[in-house]
């Protein structure tokens, strides 16, 4: 893992009957240390992959054509459609909090899967039925020719129930999962440990050929209003994952859960504020340091000192009234947290500016499923007699994010290690993602200049600026073969970089992180477009996005993003730089003044 390295060529812990187990703490089903050979690797990470992969289809059976079904089903009009998605799909990502706090506090990661699982397949059959029984009705509606009539109340709360039944199952397993099916591979191995920043790669990639299916096989019966289908296939698709699931159960490791972590992160607030004024010594010396069988009860590794956050170390300061509470075999943990306690706040502290550079980038993400469909759909769809739906043009990105993922994993990353040569690693997480947020500028200047060209065809085209360019959409594969391989570099880095960089505690906090960087970027890209269109709409000009957008500038905007996210790179590298890596016990102690981020 990029920050963290092996110290020890790694003696194996070995019990009594010469078995050799995990060197990270993990435990098999039963609690046990986990015996490396019986438990994880590749054989638990390949069954996790494809129950990935199955649940992401199932997914986007449903989210993918959601807009056309409240408008061709329910009714709604598109401005109240949209709005309706933006709020289910926002959703989505906050039962991701929900379900890795469950998961890192109580229930553990397995069983969050499994019950977040169970709660996915009966929402979709719940979808599926209602949609069946009572929403496509008259039998045969659901088409753009044939729309259904109205429903009762009692039809529609029973839809709702159902997608927030969905959101929630998917929501709260989406973080735990990624988290689960590193946690197969022991960092503390070497080679191991090269396979689990492999599986990253791999978990990303089923999830994208997971959605390829929906959008175009699935989409496709559902565009056509055979709706039914589309949605018992997705409960289909969700039901044999969890059933796969449940199947790799007696091969999985495990980690035990924490507890709240609040209030770990609050009792170092006020130690360190009740100890405001006390000298404290230079360095880490003089810290209280819990013994090592009390610190690794859950599994946990220990947490070296470092630098920075200088207030937080006085929640660790161990003063005389503290002294005098030790000789009496108290311990109050709101005066004094160990060192340990201390820096998983210092980390969440630290990974913060980070994940906030990572909005930008889900804004120009986000475009590809809105605006590069509207631009789309403005261009010439047509190949022969065979229409060409804009909104299938994501494949490309799928496409290219598989392209780039083997490109990646079979020739940069050993290339770039080769050229180092005393270096093991390739690229660094947090260069990665650098990269992407370069690749992603490169995606928005693209999709700039093909709007500048469809504009400037449009005009020439038609009298009134009415009709549609006829300038091919084919014109679009590059800008979605840019958002895909920034994703590759983007989002695959930015898995593992929390994954890494999260205290053993958070881990699934740090998936859920990757999760509402895209939520976020939803919402402030719906904000970014109102604030563009009041500002560029006057009374002669329909600003830059209008209904007609070949009355309007969207190229401007992609331009205008294309800089947001160039400032968002400068901002970027001054964060990477600044980034210290989490030491843990047992491992190699990196240079405190060492550059994290090289450009």
Not at 28 to 43: L, Q, T
Not at 97 to 108: E, M, N, R, T
Not at 442 to 459: F, H, P
Not at 583 to 592: P, Q
Request: with cysteine.
């Amino acid at each position: 893992m990029a920050c963290l390295e092996v110290c020890n060529e790694g003696k194996f812990k070995e019990d009594e009957e010469g078995t050799t187990n995990t060197l990270d703490g993990s435990v098999d089903m039963h609690g046990r240390p986990a015996i490396r050979a019986k438990s994880g690797r590749w054989v638990a990470g390949i069954i996790i992959l494809v129950n990935q992969g199955l649940a992401t289809l199932a997914f986007f059976g449903v989210g993918v054509n959601l807009v056309l079904f409240l408008t061709r089903v329910l009714q709604q009009n598109n401005a109240t459609a949209a709005n309706s998605v933006s709020k289910w799909t926002g959703t989505v990502y906050i039962f991701s909090l929900v379900g890795a706090f469950l998961s890192d506090s109580y229930w553990g990661r397995y069983k969050t899967c499994a019950i977040f699982q169970i709660i996915f397949v009966i929402g979709l059959a719940s979808l599926s039925l209602s949609s069946q029984l009572f929403l496509l009705r008259p039998k045969g509606c659901g088409s753009q020719e044939n729309p259904c009539g109205t429903h009762e109340s009692y039809q529609i709360v029973l839809f709702y129930l159902s997608i927030y039944l969905i959101a929630l199952g998917n929501g709260g397993y989406q973080p735990n999962i990624a988290t689960f099916g590193a946690d197969q591979f022991d960092e503390e191995d070497r080679r191991e440990g090269h396979s689990k920043v492999a599986f990253f790669s791999y978990f990303y990639l089923a999830m994208n050929l997971g959605s390829l299916f929906s959008n175009t096989i699935l989409g496709y019966f559902e565009d056509e209003g055979i709706w039914a289908i589309g949605f018992w296939a997705s409960t289909a698709s969700a039901f044999a994952a969890l059933v796969l699931f449940l199947i790799g159960t007696p091969r999985y490791r495990h980690f035990k859960p924490n507890g709240n972590p609040l209030a770990r992160f609050c009792q170092v607030l006020v130690a360190a504020v009740k100890k405001g004024k006390v000298e404290m010594p230079s360095g880490g010396e003089e810290l209280y340091t819990e013994e090592r069988k009390e610190s690794s009860m859950n599994g946990n590794r220990k947490i070296l000192y470092t630098h920075g956050f200088k207030f937080l170390d006085r929640a660790a300061y161990i003063s005389s009234r503290d002294l005098d509470n030790q000789k009496q075999g108290l311990h109050n943990p709101w005066r004094l947290c160990p060192i340990t306690q201390v820096e998983e706040v210092k980390c969440i502290l630290r990974l913060l500016p980070i994940w906030l550079c990572t909005i930008l980038y889900s804004v120009v993400f986000t475009q590809m499923a809105s605006l590069f469909v509207e631009q789309g759909a403005a261009m010439k769809t047509t190949v022969s007699n065979f229409r060409i739906p804009p909104a299938s043009m994501s494949s490309f990105d799928i496409l290219s994010v598989a392209v780039f993922i083997f490109f990646y994993r079979r020739i940069l990353d050993p290339l770039v290690s080769k050229i180092r040569k005393s270096d093991s690693r390739g690229l660094t997480e947090l260069q990665r993602m650098g990269i992407g947020l370069v690749i992603a500028i490169l995606a928005m200047l693209s999709a700039g200049i093909v709007e500048c060209y469809r504009l400037k065809y449009a005009k020439k085209e038609c009298t009134h600026c009415d009709g549609s360019s006829t300038l091919s959409i084919f014109w679009q594969i590059p800008q979605y073969a840019f958002i895909g391989a920034s994703e590759v570099f983007m989002y695959v880095g930015q898995l593992e970089f929390f994954n890494a960089q999260a205290p053993d505690g958070l881990k699934s906090f740090g998936s859920a992180l990757c999760m509402t960087s895209i939520s976020l970027g939803n919402y402030v890209s719906s904000l970014l477009v109102s604030m563009v269109m009041k500002i560029s709409t006057e009374d002669h000009m329909p600003g830059w996005i209008p209904g007609n957008l070949n009355k309007g500038h969207l190229d401007r905007f992609y331009f205008l993003l294309a800089a947001l996210t160039s400032i968002d790179l400068i901002v970027y590298i001054a964060c990477a730089k600044w980034y210290k890596c989490i030491k843990l016990e047992g491992r190699f102690e990196e240079n405190e003044d060492q550059e994290n981020f090289k450009v």
